[in-house]
C-alpha cells in the first residue's frame, strides 16, 4: 500500500514538473504580520491617567465608552481607514457635455467615517458638557483613540471643533444656528462638518499680509466673497469659516481681516458660488480631499466684528492645535503598538527581536516620547475644559494660551521622528504601502506645517512673552517651581527636581541677559521650555501613582536629553550676528544668488 502512494505522488511531482501550468514555488515560512488589539486595553498609561485625572463618579461612565471603542478602533474602524487610504478622493470638473460640474467623489468608507463621527460623539462630547469640566479630556481621549484608525478623518473634526467652539465664543446668531446645532450633534443624518479655509497664494503662516479675498456687502451682514482659496482641506465639508477683505465704498479693500461664515452648498445642492480647481497631489493626508478653491461670489455672513477676523480665529487656532498634538502623540502610539508586536513576532539571529537589547532599548525611547507628551496633552485639556465652564483663573487662561503652541511644535516634530523609527523597527515591510504602516510616516509630516510651522509658533511664544511682558513665562516657571516644592518631600525625586530647578533658573538668567539672542534660538529656547514643563509633569505623575517603577523609569529616561538646547548652543556661540551671517554663507554657498 505505502508503495502504491509512493508511485502515485511521485507521479504528480513528475506532471506537475512537465506540465505548462502549475503552482508556484514559493517556499513555506511567511512573516506573521503586526496587529493591533483593543487600543484601550493596550494603553495602560493612559487607562491611570484617566484614573488620576477625572473623578470616579465620571469616569465609571466614561471607561465603558472608552473601552467599547478601544476595540472598534482596532476592527471595524480601522478597516475603514485602510478603504479610505486605497479610495482616494477624485474630482470631475467637467461632464461629458462640457458642463461644470466640480463633482467631488469620496469612498463609501470616508461617508461611514462622518457618520461614526456623529454617533460616537467625537464632537458632542464637550458641547453637552455631560461631565463639566472633564467632558474635554473625556473627548480627547477618545479622539486619540480615534486619530490613526480614523482615515484622517480626524482633520475635518478639528476643523468642525474649531467651528462649533469659534461660534460659541462669539455668540451664536441667527445665522449660525443651525449650523452650531447640526456641527454638535450625534444624529448622522444632521451632523456637519467644517472647512478652516485661510491659506492663499501669498502666503499660509503671514495670514494678514498673504489674504486678497475680498467681501462685497450686499445687505446687512450679507456679503459676497471674491478670492482663491490655495489650500483648502475637508473640501467636501458642509460649511466653512473663512477670512476676507472687506472693500469700502471707495472700492478700497481693508487693511485688516475680518472672519465670515458660509455653507459649501446652497438649498439647490449646487455649490455656493465656489469652483473646485483641483485636488492637491499631497505626500500624505491622501485621504483627506484638499483643494485650491476659486469664491466667485461666495454668499457668506459677517462673523466677527469687522477687522477683527484674525484675533477671533484665535480661539479656532487653540482647538485646532490642540488635534493637532493628540493626532502626533496618537501616531505615535499607533507606530510603537505596530513594533512592539511585530518584536514578538519576528526573529533575527536566532531569538525574536524583543529579545536584542538594543531593539528593545529603541522601541523604549519612542515609549519616553509618546508618554511624556500624552501628559502635557491632558494638561491642556483640563485647562480648556475649565475654561469652557468658566472654572479657569486668569493664570489658567495665561498657561493654556502659552503651553498649546508648544505642545503643537515639540509633538508634530517627535511625530515624524518616531513614526520613523516605527517604520525602521519593521524593516523592509515597514516601507510596504499595502501593509498599511507608511501612511502614519507620511500623515504626521503636515503637522509641523499645519496650524503653524515650528519657527513661526516659536516666534509666537516670544510675542507672547513680549505681549504679556514677561508673565506668561512667570507663570510658566512658577508652576515647575510650585511642582518640584511638592516633589522634594520624596527621596526618590528630590535628585529631578533640584537639577528642573537649577534648569529652570538658568533659562530664566538667559532670557534677562541674552535677549538679542532669542529671536535666532527660538526654535530652541521653545523645545527647551517644553521639556522643562514637561519634566514637572513627570514628576507630578510619579507623585501621584505613588512612584510606580514605570514613572520612575519615564522620568529619569526624559532628563536624558538635552533639556536647554538654547542655553547649549548660546554658549557656542551660535546665535550671535556674526555667526548667523556664517551660517548664510555657509548653506547658500553655491546658490546663484550669493556671489563670494
Known amino acids: 500500500m505505502s508503495r502504491l502512494l509512493f508511485a502515485k505522488s511521485h507521479n504528480l511531482r513528475s506532471v506537475l514538473s512537465l506540465a505548462t501550468f502549475s503552482h508556484s514555488k514559493r517556499g513555506d515560512f511567511f512573516q506573521n504580520e503586526p496587529k493591533i488589539s483593543n487600543q484601550f486595553e493596550e494603553d495602560p498609561f493612559l487607562r491611570e491617567q484617566l484614573q488620576l485625572d477625572i473623578p470616579k463618579e465620571y469616569l465609571k461612565e466614561i471607561e465603558p465608552d472608552l473601552l467599547q471603542f478601544g476595540h472598534k478602533v482596532a476592527t471595524d474602524i480601522y478597516d475603514l481607514s485602510i478603504e479610505c487610504e486605497r479610495n482616494v478622493p477624485k474630482l470631475e470638473n467637467f461632464d461629458a457635455w462640457g458642463n461644470r460640474i466640480d463633482k467631488l467623489i469620496v469612498c463609501d468608507a470616508w461617508k461611514q467615517m462622518k457618520n461614526i463621527s456623529a454617533r460616537e460623539g467625537l464632537i458632542a462630547i464637550p458641547y453637552e458638557n455631560k461631565f463639566s469640566i472633564y467632558s474635554r479630556l473625556y473627548q480627547i481621549a477618545k479622539l486619540y483613540l480615534f486619530a490613526p484608525s480614523s482615515g484622517l478623518y480626524s482633520c475635518p473634526l478639528a476643523m468642525t471643533d474649531g467651528a462649533a467652539r469659534t461660534i460659541q465664543g462669539i455668540g451664536v446668531q441667527s445665522f449660525t444656528k443651525e449650523a452650531y446645532e447640526r456641527l454638535t450633534s450625534r444624529d448622522p443624518q444632521k451632523f456637519w462638518t467644517s472647512g478652516q479655509w485661510m491659506t492663499e497664494r501669498k502666503g499660509g503662516s503671514d495670514v494678514s499680509f498673504g489674504t486678497e479675498t475680498e467681501a462685497y456687502l450686499q445687505s446687512e451682514g450679507k456679503y459676497k466673497l471674491y478670492g482663491f482659496k490655495w489650500f483648502s482641506s475637508a473640501t467636501d465639508s458642509d460649511m466653512t469659516i473663512t477670512l ?20 459649501i452648498r446652497a438649498d439647490n445642492g449646487k455649490l455656493n458660488g465656489i469652483e473646485i480647481q483641483r485636488l492637491k497631489n499631497k505626500l500624505g493626508t491622501r485621504q483627506l480631499p484638499t483643494a485650491e478653491l476659486l469664491l466667485d461670489g461666495m454668499d457668506a455672513f459677517r462673523m466677527s466684528e469687522i477687522g477683527k477676523g484674525v484675533s477671533r480665529m484665535s480661539s479656532m487656532l487653540n482647538i485646532t492645535r490642540i488635534h493637532n498634538s493628540l493626532n502626533a502623540i496618537s501616531f505615535m502610539r499607533r507606530s510603537i503598538n505596530f513594533a512592539r508586536d511585530f518584536a514578538t513576532k519576528r526573529k533575527a539571529f536566532g531569538k525574536f527581536i524583543i529579545d536584542h537589547d538594543l531593539h528593545c532599548h529603541t522601541l523604549g525611547n519612542m515609549e519616553v516620547e509618546c508618554r511624556a507628551s500624552l501628559l502635557t496633552l491632558f494638561y491642556v485639556a483640563k485647562l480648556l475644559g475649565k475654561m469652557e465652564n468658566n472654572e479657569a483663573t486668569k493664570d489658567d487662561l495665561e498657561m493654556l494660551r502659552f503651553i498649546t503652541p508648544l505642545l503643537k511644535i515639540y509633538t508634530a516634530k517627535q511625530s515624524i521622528a518616531v513614526t520613523s523609527e516605527g517604520l525602521e523597527a519593521i524593516g523592509g515591510q515597514g516601507y510596504i504601502e499595502d501593509t498599511g504602516i507608511p501612511n502614519l510616516l507620511r500623515d504626521s509630516q503636515v503637522l509641523s506645517i499645519w496650524e503653524g510651522t515650528t519657527n513661526i509658533l516659536s516666534l509666537d511664544a516670544l510675542r507672547s512673552i513680549k505681549k504679556s511682558q514677561g508673565e506668561s513665562l512667570k507663570l510658566f ?33 538667559f532670557v534677562q541677559e541674552n535677549e538679542n539672542e532669542l529671536v535666532t534660538g527660538a526654535r530652541e529656547f521653545s523645545f527647551g521650555l517644553y521639556r522643562l514643563f514637561t519634566a514637572s509633569l513627570i514628576l507630578e505623575r510619579c507623585m501621584k501613582a505613588n512612584l510606580k517603577d514605570t514613572d520612575m523609569f519615564l522620568l529619569e529616561k526624559w532628563f536624558n536629553q538635552d533639556m536647554i538646547p538654547v542655553i547649549t548652543n548660546s554658549e557656542k556661540n551660535f546665535f550671535k550676528s556674526e555667526i548667523s551671517k556664517l551660517n548664510r554663507k555657509f548653506f547658500m554657498n553655491g546658490h546663484p544668488s550669493l556671489k563670494i
Open 244 to 263: 476676507a477683505r472687506i472693500i469700502d465704498e471707495n472700492n478700497q479693500p481693508s487693511k485688516d481681516l475680518t472672519m465670515f461664515f458660509a455653507r
Open 477 to 509: 516657571f512658577q508652576s515647575i517651581f510650585k511642582t518640584c516644592e511638592q516633589a522634594n518631600k520624596y527621596d526618590s525625586l528630590r535628585q529631578k527636581s533640584v537639577l528642573l530647578v537649577d534648569l529652570s533658573k538658568k533659562v530664566i538668567k
